[in-house]
């Protein structure tokens, strides 16, 4: 095999990233700490922003396009989300380059085109956008306002990773604008239920809905949902957040609107956003020590079909077959490569095709040509059977709804299997040492006790589930009493 | 009515922004030069996108993403392409916000997080996905790379118009790589002949191929290919280029493939982009002083039925009768509008669907529901037909084809009627002034008559067209010989 790669078990992290780059999806650039998404990545994201774009619109959103830039004065006007912010944002100060004197062939900054204001690169569109919406709204006729804008944000981080953090990444972000408090939230739990839809039953992630503690809620937010997946190695991922931001941003930008009664009363605001982050996730839920595994829903090439032959003879008469096959299969719209090039052995191919994690292999013998036969290998069980060619199309549409099942019940099955019960100190600890997942524990509620518990095991509250029991206990750390369990995990 | 709009004749340029800002497409932004793209122009932007996106794969292109900013480093490599940009690119030079001592709430660049080299925003990704080349191409197998990306880019415009010119906005850029120079040369005329394709039967635009002179090819190229457009104010707008960059990029970022008798050789190279620029365009060359003029085939909304009605029991008659119709209409595959809202009175919906250049609009009332018709305006030509409502889906289906054919045809018989040749200087400045358009005249071949030309009639040379026929002739300007006429116009 031309590509090895790291097993979990030696190394989970350099596993992850031997994935993201030998299965092509993404690759590291000149630029700190942003990546080149290659065009095998990129396909898949195209195919997870179609669904959920299509998600959108089909709950009355459309889409919309803001600046890139946000002047600082209105960068600082919510003070919150500015303070969340500033520690990690790209400036803008010049505005031209010019031939540096001192080394020929350089440029370098004109000091004399520098900015009057210092431009700041979006990490997220509130400002800019309810800056906008200011001039958009003045009746309650205007609203709501149901807007969604695809982009790319830059977030200086320090420590970055292939798609799970990187300085630029691309995502999504709603901005609703609401004539009451009532119909902002119901947007918020509305646009978490579409993210939790998206990522069960396209993703096949299983996610757990929850509120965030206020130490981890988005900067600006009065309330953050969100979604929580768990990866292999037993750390928890924020896989997409919906927030309701009350009136703090129609308060910063001063956005009002005349009621009804013609009273005036500021608006009140949602936001919320997946990313590129979401493939992150995806590898790591899925995937093996041989490579990627995609869910078939939104796999870039579901079925690959390789040729055994010797011969150009041999290879002209499978030609023939796979062509059929590949217009039956797209008759069903079935996305499928047929892979007859000469530049490598059909080894190669099924190893390559393994890392990509496309989820249904076929191969196809001279022998199997006069048996009206073919091999058929699914990528996430490794099983492999011989199927007659006649209805093969049909077989392997209900073979690919099968492994989207599957994939998604195994995933579940692990994460169920990592949802734990601790209610003392000792076992909170032992079980984020030894087993990892969720664990389900009682809270004081305060910042201060979470802060301690991060500082002490890096845990961190992953979320308040929607479906908690209330239920008198007494806090792992403090013992002070507590009425509900909170899910704690180490996450990414 | 509620919205009004300069006259083309009174001022074609505010003409042309009242279409922009009344017309939904866009809106100003608090950012020097940005603009807002609001969802009506932004669903038109998406219309475009994606047939454009479906072309591109059709031709063996996929997409990827790369990196918004490029070091300093790598955005001086290639020479040409570096003078052309540095003069109007935005800079990152610091990465972090502090809070500002001396006034409480605001924010300033903190000087301790200065960038150790600077970060240009991308006006053009030459630069960043050359460098990333290298890391892919070693062989001819790895060859061709067909890639393009759909992103912002920022050029520091001094002077900006809603979409014609604007400091960010968005685009697609083909970057191509190749192991010859023919075969970078057929691609480039491919994408050309891609771009006229899209703009002529999809934009309802008519352009002329053809080929830049030195003086305004892309900073880089060794050809730049372009197809212009006519405005109705007769002046040019290029609509789209390609560009046949040589081995420039590759000598810049030293990428070198080894061909199939094992030598080595740098790497041949295209370029390729149309941007939001476009429907400034589309609107610049339909519409008209009532409004937008949208062609059928990218319009967000084709049809809008509006309903005319007495009193709620009359209105609940029509709507059971528009919706039968909406469903009809939609089974076509005709995107549709039902707008009974009572918000507003029939009169004040007309003029909006009017300003925002809906292609057909349908009335019914009470009357028209007893004899069973219904009213139909076509936008472009504003005939009136009243129409039986059986079969009424496949009547607008045609009309649809019909407004797309007709929009076209009068903009190329204005386009045709606008295409001058000039054999002497007076004639040539005479007909600038006066009648616009392009004129056909002979030129020298120099860099120092085009920009003696320029400079005295603000007329540049839009493009030698592909299908220019050799002949002997004089320059319009110094009177040296010539032997094909090129295309002079004031533009866009």
Chains 1, 2 share one sequence.
């Not at 605001?269 to 078939?296: K, Y």
Request: aromatic content about 10%; charged content about 30%; some cysteine.
């Amino acid at each position: 095999m031309s590509k090895e790669i790291t097993s979990r078990e030696q190394d989970y992290s350099q596993w992850y990233n031997d994935l993201v780059l030998k299965g092509d999806l993404a690759d590291y650039s000149a630029v700190r700490g942003c990546m080149v998404i290659k065009p095998y990545g990129f396909a898949l994201w195209e195919n997870m922003r179609d669904v959920l774009d299509r998600m959108f619109k089909d709950t009355g959103h459309q889409n919309a396009y803001f600046p890139l830039f946000v002047p600082k004065s209105l960068f600082e006007a919510e003070e919150k989300n500015a303070e969340g912010f500033a520690k990690e944002c790209a400036v803008v100060t010049h505005y031209r380059l010019k031939n540096d004197p001192s080394q020929p062939g350089k440029l370098m900054v004109d000091p004399e085109a520098k900015l009057e204001e210092e431009l700041v690169v979006r990490p997220t569109s509130e400002a800019i956008i309810w800056n906008t919406y200011k001039g958009w709204i003045q009746s309650y006729r205007d609203l709501p306002i149901l807007v969604n804008q695809w982009a790319n944000v830059v977030r200086w981080e320090m420590r970055t990773r292939l798609f799970l953090r990187t300085a630029e990444f691309l995502w999504q972000e709603g901005h609703t604008a609401h004539a009451s408090k009532e119909e902002a939230i119901e947007e918020t739990r509305k646009m978490l239920d579409v993210y939790a839809d998206f990522v069960e039953n396209w993703m096949a992630v299983p996610v757990i809905k929850g509120v965030k503690s206020p130490n981890e809620r988005f900067a600006g937010a009065e309330d953050t949902y969100c979604i929580e997946a768990l990866m292999q190695d037993g750390k928890a991922l924020q896989a997409g957040t919906s927030h309701f931001l009350g009136q703090n941003f129609a308060k910063a930008f001063d956005v009002k609107f005349s009621d009804k009664e013609n009273k005036l009363d500021y608006v009140w605001a949602t936001s919320w956003g997946v990313s590129t982050r979401l493939i992150g996730a995806l590898v790591m839920a899925h995937s093996d020590d041989d490579g990627l595994i995609l869910p078939p829903k939104i796999a870039p090439i579901q079925v690959v079909i390789v040729p055994i032959y010797k011969g150009d003879e041999q290879k002209a008469l499978i030609d023939v077959k796979a062509h059929e096959l590949v217009k039956k299969l797209k008759g069903l719209g079935i996305s499928v490569k047929y892979d007859n090039s000469d530049n490598s052995r059909p080894g190669w191919k099924f190893a390559e095709y393994e890392m990509k994690g496309i989820p249904v292999r076929m191969a196809i013998g001279a022998r199997d040509m006069q048996n009206n036969v073919v091999e058929v290998a699914r990528r996430d069980t490794k099983e492999k059977q011989t199927v007659s060619m006649d209805g093969i199309e049909f077989y392997v549409q209900t073979l690919l709804e099968e492994i989207q099942l599957h994939i998604y019940n195994k995933a579940k099955t692990y994460r169920d299997e990592h949802i734990t019960k601790a209610d003392d100190w000792n076992t909170f600890v032992n079980l984020l040492d030894t087993k990892g997942g969720f664990i389900s524990a009682h809270w004081d509620g305060t910042a201060e006790t979470e802060e301690q518990i991060k500082e002490q095991t890096k845990a961190t509250i992953r979320c308040i589930p929607l479906d908690a029991k209330e239920e008198a206990g007494k806090c792992i750390l403090t013992g002070k009493p507590s009425s509900v369990r909170v899910l704690f995990a180490r996450a990414y």
